[in-house]
C-alpha cells in the first residue's frame, strides 16, 4: 500500500506515528474549505491562507488503512481509535485529558468538568474557587490577550484571571511578571502586593543625627521623623520578591 501524502509534508505510513505537535490522534481531517488533508486545523491554518472550521468538518481519513470515512472516533475498516477523547460538534480528537464540551462556550475544555463553572458574564469556564469570587467584565474571554494579541477564547493556553477580570494567557502573565506587575489593560496591580508594599515602608537611619525611624518609601527621599533631615539611608533588611507574594 502507498503511502499517503499529507498536506503538512509528513508521509503516513502503515502503522505511522499518531497526530502532530498539537493532538495526538490516529485521523487527518479532510479540510471542508480546500479538501486537504491535515491532522489538525492548527497545522491547517499554519499552512494555508485561510483559516478551517472544525465544526463544518464531515470526513477523516484513517492513518493505518488510508480510508476515508464520516468523521467518528473508531475507523470503520481497521477499528483503529482516532482518540481517547471524541467530540462529535468540535470534531476533536486526541489523548483522554478529561476533557469536556461546554455548550456556552462552544467548544471542548481540558477538565474534569466538575472543576470548572461556566460564568455566563465572562462567558468563559473558570475554576470552581473562583466562583463568587473573581470580578466579572462581559465577554471578557472574547478579548484577544493584551501581551501577545493571540486569541483567548479557542486558546490551547490556560487563561490567567487578574484581580481586575482581565485575562491574559498564563504563559503571557508569567513572562509579564518578569518586567512588571500591573495589569497592561488598567494597570491594576496584577497580584496581591499587599507585603511589597508593607516592606518599602521601611525602617531608615539618619546620617546627620544618628537616629532611626520608620517611614513611608519615596523615591526623592526618606525623611527622618527625629530631625526632619533628608540625609538618611534604608536600615536594610530582607526584600520580599514578588514571587514570595
Not at 471542548?108 to 455566563?120: A, Q, S, T, Y
Not at 468563559?124 to 462581559?138: D, F, R, S, V, Y
Amino acid at each position: 500500500m502507498a503511502a499517503a501524502t499529507r498536506e503538512d509534508g509528513v508521509g503516513s505510513q502503515e502503522r505511522g506515528p499518531r497526530g502532530c505537535e498539537h493532538y495526538d490522534r490516529g485521523c487527518l481531517l479532510k479540510a471542508p474549505c480546500c479538501d486537504k488533508l491535515y491532522t489538525c486545523r492548527l497545522c491547517h491554518d499554519n499552512n494555508e491562507d485561510h483559516q478551517l472550521d472544525r465544526f463544518k468538518v464531515k470526513e477523516v481519513q484513517c492513518i493505518n488503512c488510508e480510508k476515508i470515512q464520516h468523521a467518528q472516533q473508531t475507523c470503520e475498516e481497521c477499528s483503529t481509535l482516532f482518540g481517547e477523547y471524541y467530540c462529535s460538534i468540535c470534531h476533536l480528537f486526541d489523548k483522554d485529558k478529561k476533557q469536556y464540551h461546554c455548550e456556552n462556550c462552544g467548544i471542548c475544555r481540558i477538565g474534569p468538568k466538575e472543576d470548572f463553572f461556566h460564568c455566563l458574564k465572562c462567558n468563559l469556564c473558570l475554576a470552581m474557587n473562583l466562583q463568587g469570587k473573581h470580578k466579572c467584565i462581559e465577554n471578557v474571554s472574547r478579548q484577544n490577550c493584551p501581551i501577545c494579541l493571540e486569541d483567548i477564547h479557542t486558546s490551547r493556553v490556560v487563561a490567567h484571571v487578574l484581580p481586575c477580570g482581565h485575562l491574559l494567557h498564563r504563559t503571557c502573565y508569567e513572562e509579564m511578571l518578569k518586567e512588571g506587575y500591573r495589569c497592561p489593560l488598567c494597570m491594576h496591580s496584577a497580584l496581591d502586593m499587599t507585603r511589597y508594599w508593607r516592606q518599602l515602608d521601611d525602617e531608615i537611619l539618619c546620617n546627620d543625627c544618628n537616629g532611626r525611624s520608620t517611614v513611608q518609601f519615596h523615591i526623592l527621599g526618606m525623611k527622618c521623623k527625629i530631625c526632619e533631615s533628608y540625609n538618611t539611608a534604608q536600615a536594610g533588611g530582607r526584600r520580599i520578591s514578588r514571587d514570595q507574594q
